[in-house]
Structure formats: structure tokens, C-alpha cells
């Protein structure tokens, strides 16, 4: 026979087990409604970008840590020329997808509006134009925000002697103590994408103008007859066949800040 001693312990075993379920059925529930209130949180409320405030906020402190440590000495390693890849990796066609005249096509340059209108021009420039200003090669590695990078070679003009050469943003050889603008804004001919670049990032060293790519010209599916290459930038940043270039004083629209992407795009 069974002692009562026995049948105590029993019960109080039984007991012990609903309490411990009953906890964690508590701290289960508890752990869900926490992790649903941090879902609505991350997902409530959208900027003017379309994503979430709080997300945003962690990119702009991103985006403050990274100027903070930004420098025009800070250069993107570089490498011999033979070992840049002879077939480039394609990425990306937006804003490529109408066939344009190359021989005719010109260059929009505004140096513009948002400055407290000050210094108001805009002209229209030539490939024969940019290629008249001091040319620069540079090889170095084009890294993606998807992930994956290459060596490439590039041939151009520095985007700071274009500023310097044409007057732009009010770049003088002064130096940039007197600049007008405080952001470039860079879109295809047919407007499908466009980019906004700081004022720093545009007038690093390793910034260029390009028109030829492993020493031959642009094709049309590397952003013929000109684009951009900013090393010190993911390559979302590297907009190809430029059609408009605005020197600007506020922040201007970029596509894939749009799309929830990092504005600042640094490496």
C-alpha cells in the first residue's frame, strides 16, 4: 500500500508542474506580445522615404558617425591595371533603358536654384568638353551593397576639376571655404534614376567623371557616353549615363533612399 507520505508528495509534485507551465506558458506569452510590440514599433509610422522612424533614425546616427571620420586623405585602396576584370560585372539598367544619341548627347549642368539664388547659371557641355579637362586613371575595387565587389579600371576626369575648371557649387582654387552648394544632384537623361551626393564625398580625390573603362569608351550598358565612380561609396551611389548635373543646397532626392536604402551610402 501506498503511504500518505506518498501520495503528499505526488500532489505536490503535480503541483510544482503546473505552476513551472503555467510560468512559462506566462513568460511565452509575455515574450510574444514583447516581440509584437517590437515589430509595430520598428514598422510604425513611415518617413517621407517611406521607412519606418525608427529604422531612419538608426541610419542618420550611422550616416553621423561615418562624416565624423570622413576625410579627403582616407583613399580607397588601389591596383595595377592588370588586375582589373576584362569583362565587368553588370548591374542594374534603370534609367538605361531608352537607346540615346551618344554623338549628340550633351551634359545639363545647373549651378542652381537652392543656393538663395545666388550665382544662377545653367550650360550644356560636350563628351569633347570633359575630355579637354585633366584626365585621371584609377583602378581600385567597386563593391556592391549586394555584396559582391570587383576590381575595375576607370578613366576620367576628377569630379573636383570639373567643379574647379567651370566654377561650379562655388568651388574656387581658394579652396572650399566658400562653397555655394552643400549637395550634387545627378540624374539620367530620361530622369528613371537619380542620385544625391554630399558635397564631401563629390569633391574626394578618387571621385571622377568617367568615359572609359579599361582604357576603351563607356558602353551603353556601363553608362555610355559618361557616368559616375565614387570609391568611397557603395555603388548605388556610381549613377551611369549622367544627363543632368545640379549643384544644390538642400539634401535632393536619391532612388534608393527612396526605396528604404542608407542616403549616405559609405563604405
Same mark, same amino acid.
Given at each position: ?5 506518498? +501520495?503528499?508528495?505526488? +500532489? ?5 508542474? $503546473? ?141 573636383? +576639376?570639373?567643379?574647379?575648371?567651370? /566654377? ?21 537623361? +530620361? /530622369? ?34 559618361? $557616368? ?12 551611369? $549615363?549622367? /544627363? ?24
Amino acid at each position: 500500500m501506498k503511504s500518505d507520505s506518498e +501520495d503528499e508528495l505526488k +500532489d505536490i509534485s503535480k503541483q510544482e508542474m $503546473r505552476r513551472t507551465t503555467i510560468k512559462s506558458l506566462a513568460g511565452f506569452i509575455l515574450g510574444a506580445l514583447g516581440l509584437l510590440g517590437g515589430i509595430k514599433w520598428l514598422v510604425a509610422g513611415t518617413d517621407a522615404e517611406g521607412l519606418s522612424r525608427p529604422l531612419r533614425k538608426v541610419l542618420e546616427t550611422n550616416r553621423k558617425v561615418a562624416t565624423i571620420f570622413f576625410s579627403n586623405k582616407n583613399l580607397a585602396p588601389v591596383f595595377p591595371k592588370e588586375q582589373a576584370a576584362p569583362e565587368p560585372r553588370l548591374n542594374g539598367n534603370i534609367g538605361l533603358e531608352r537607346s540615346i544619341d551618344v554623338e549628340n548627347w550633351m551634359l545639363n549642368v545647373q549651378n542652381n536654384s537652392l543656393i538663395h539664388g545666388i550665382n544662377k547659371s545653367s550650360m550644356k557641355l560636350t563628351l569633347d568638353d570633359i575630355k579637354q579637362l585633366p584626365k585621371t586613371e584609377l583602378t581600385f575595387e567597386f563593391k556592391c551593397i549586394e555584396g559582391w565587389s570587383e576590381i575595375s579600371n576607370w578613366g576620367g576626369t576628377k569630379f573636383s +576639376d570639373f567643379m574647379l575648371v567651370y /566654377g561650379l557649387g562655388g568651388l574656387t582654387d581658394h579652396g572650399q571655404d566658400n562653397l555655394l552648394a552643400e549637395h550634387v544632384s545627378l540624374e539620367t537623361p +530620361d /530622369g528613371g534614376y537619380y542620385v544625391g551626393l554630399d558635397m564631401e564625398s563629390a569633391l574626394h580625390p578618387q571621385t571622377l567623371l568617367c568615359y572609359e573603362m579599361n582604357g576603351k569608351p563607356l558602353s551603353s550598358e556601363h553608362g555610355a557616353p559618361l $557616368r559616375l565612380i565614387v570609391p568611397c561609396k557603395y555603388g548605388i551611389k556610381s549613377i551611369k $549615363r549622367i /544627363g543632368k548635373i545640379a549643384f544644390v543646397g538642400n539634401q535632393p532626392a536619391d532612388y534608393w533612399a527612396e526605396r528604404g536604402y542608407d542616403y549616405y551610402a559609405g563604405l
